[in-house]
């Protein structure tokens, strides 16, 4: 059988691909939009409103009732789910979901005539979980680097990140010390679906568990001393961290009534990011993804484990064998669509017309688009900064310079991996823009790909199933799910104009957002 099922559950929607391997196609897409579809848990962008803006949490029950109903919804299309023969899936990172010791038995004991979310309720030992945007744990993060200091990054990947899970962990079990001691077993939002679809508690891979400033890069294992800074007895209520290319559990008889075939194999769920290095084909070293969302990042292999040091980079398992960086800039869409409003003109102009009516180097204009707090380089308070006056500069010219600018950022934040990219792959909307794909291979001189992939995410968990089950090889599937559509090959001759404007780029960026020291 070449049917293969990849579920990801992102942070506003739960969807899933069925994919027929045979045929290289994706046969079934359904989506659940947690605002449209599931009002009743009031969270129209993913999380419960707070007034604190740095809190962001979310209802795990939520993610279960858009799993029920993605899973309906493929039933009802008439999606052929009697022939998959097996699952894996995809997690928005570094959330956690704190469950107590009833959570093996309701699993065990799943009732297809019920919903997940009602049977499920009762083992939540922390009734709201933290995502990936909650940035509350300034004080816990500021505590590891006090005990660790760069030792936490060597041996990680990362330094002490507001949004990884560790210091959520600390803080949880700081202020809520009963509920922690409740808490039996501490999963991913990856691993938690995994465990719900096997029916029994699954293990934490690689990929995924490297986003919690606790898995030893260089031994795969848990680190005790992290573990046990972070919150008493953490170590315990660790599930495994695995390899994701075998599987680790079988189907639950629940979803029996969606049309699956109990007993099919459930591979170990991954994070949103390492399950898109797959989905893009970027699992060799050498092919780097550049996904031009409301924020940008940056994901390539990495045969060999390094790390950035200046703390912006981040080092994940990768699915595929080995490690993945990954590199987060706040300010992607958003910047560009404050400089198109502010500049009057409408998309066309942005995308393609400026950069027409503009020369490459446009004089040598840089900004700092820090419109909202920047990640990379890390920067607290918002502000754009110019070489230039802008209201001097014409609207092409403004444009051509958030452009350039942030190009120059992407490949100046990207060289500690030592890396020669040979290609690199562009997904997200602003990757339609023909002017900026001709920016990013003439700053980085490496072709720039298009590929015809949506959700990379979910379409990486399916690939992952179909390797791990079907003994399909990676080369082999993104032959066929992940071809290129078009190519920008870079100009050599101006390899030295953009070199110049990197070191100016970089000289600019030190002056005026601290090299990276939060100013």
Same mark, same amino acid.
């Given at each position: ?11 506003? #929607? ?34 419960? *409103? ?29 999606? +052929? ?40 309720? +009762? ?19 500021? =505590? ?40 039996? =077993? ?8 995994? #465990?719900?679809?096997?029916?029994? #508690? ?9 986003? $919690? ?27 495994? %961290? ?13 979803? /029996? ?44 292999? $990495? ?5 950035? *040091? ?31 409003? %502010? ?15 503009? +020369? ?13 707090? =920047? ?17 001097? %500069? #014409? ?56 590929? /015809? ?21 990676? +080369? ?19 390899? %030295? ?23």
């Amino acid at each position: 059988m070449s049917f293969f099922l990849g579920i990801d559950a992102g942070t506003q #929607s739960v969807k899933a691909e069925l994919i027929d391997v045979g045929r290289g196609e994706i046969v079934a897409a359904e989506t659940v939009h947690f605002g449209r579809e599931l009002p009743e848990y009031g969270s129209p962008n993913g999380f419960v *409103p707070n007034p604190d803006p740095k809190v962001r949490m979310a209802d795990p029950l939520m993610w279960l009732d858009a799993l029920d109903r993605v899973l309906e919804k493929l039933r009802a299309s008439g999606a +052929p789910l009697d022939r998959v023969a097996g699952i894996s899936g995809s997690g928005q990172q570094h959330g956690s979901v704190c469950l107590n010791r009833h959570f093996r038995q309701l699993l065990a004991a799943l009732d297809p005539a019920k919903g997940l979310s009602e049977q499920l309720r +009762p083992a939540l030992a922390r009734r709201l979980a933290p995502i990936w945007m909650d940035h509350s744990t300034g004080a816990e993060c500021a =505590e590891l680097d006090d005990r660790f200091g760069t030792r936490l990054q060597k041996v990680t990947g990362s330094p002490a990140i507001e949004r990884f899970t560790g210091p959520q962990l600390r803080r949880f079990a700081r202020r809520e010390p009963e509920a922690w001691r409740e808490t039996a =077993e501490v999963h991913l939002v990856s691993s938690f679906l995994a #465990s719900v679809l096997a029916g029994k #508690s699954m293990p934490v891979d690689f990929g995924d568990g490297a986003g $919690m400033n606790l898995l030893n890069l260089e031994t795969l294992e848990w680190d005790p001393e992290f573990a046990d800074f972070t919150a008493p007895e953490l170590l315990r209520k660790l599930p495994a %961290a695995v390899r994701s290319d075998l599987p680790a559990g079988n189907l639950s008889a629940y979803f /029996a009534k969606f049309g699956l075939t109990p007993g099919i194999p459930v591979v170990p769920f991954s994070g949103d990011n390492p399950n898109s290095l797959v989905g893009t084909g970027a699992t060799d070293p050498g092919t780097a993804v550049i996904s031009l969302g409301t924020s940008d990042t940056f994901f390539a292999s $990495m045969p060999r484990f390094r790390t950035d *040091p200046d703390g912006c980079g981040h080092v994940f398992g990768n699915p595929a064998g080995g490690f993945m960086s990954l590199i987060c800039f706040a300010n992607g869409s958003l910047a560009r669509e404050r400089v198109r409003e %502010a500049c009057g003109v409408g998309f066309d102009f942005f995308d393609r017309t400026a950069c027409e009516i503009t +020369p490459p180097g446009n004089g040598g204009k840089l900004m700092l688009p820090y419109f909202e707090p =920047e990640i990379t380089p890390p920067v607290a308070q918002p502000r754009v900064h110019c070489n230039f006056d802008p209201d001097q %500069a #014409s609207p092409a010219e403004r444009t051509r310079a958030v452009l350039e600018s942030q190009a120059l950022s992407m490949r100046a934040h990207s060289e500690w991996q030592q890396e020669n990219f040979t290609r690199i792959r562009v997904t997200g909307g602003a990757s339609r823009s023909g002017a900026f794909r001709r920016i990013l291979a003439d700053v980085f001189q490496s072709p720039i790909e298009t590929i /015809a992939v949506t959700d990379s995410a979910a379409l990486g968990a399916a690939l992952r199933a179909a390797n791990a089950i079907g003994g399909y090889p990676f +080369p082999e599937l993104y032959r066929k799910f992940c071809a290129t559509v078009e190519t920008v090959r870079p100009v050599p001759e101006r390899a %030295a104009l953009y070199g110049e404007m990197l070191r100016s780029f970089r000289s600019f960026e030190a002056a005026h957002a601290g090299a990276g020291s939060g100013k």
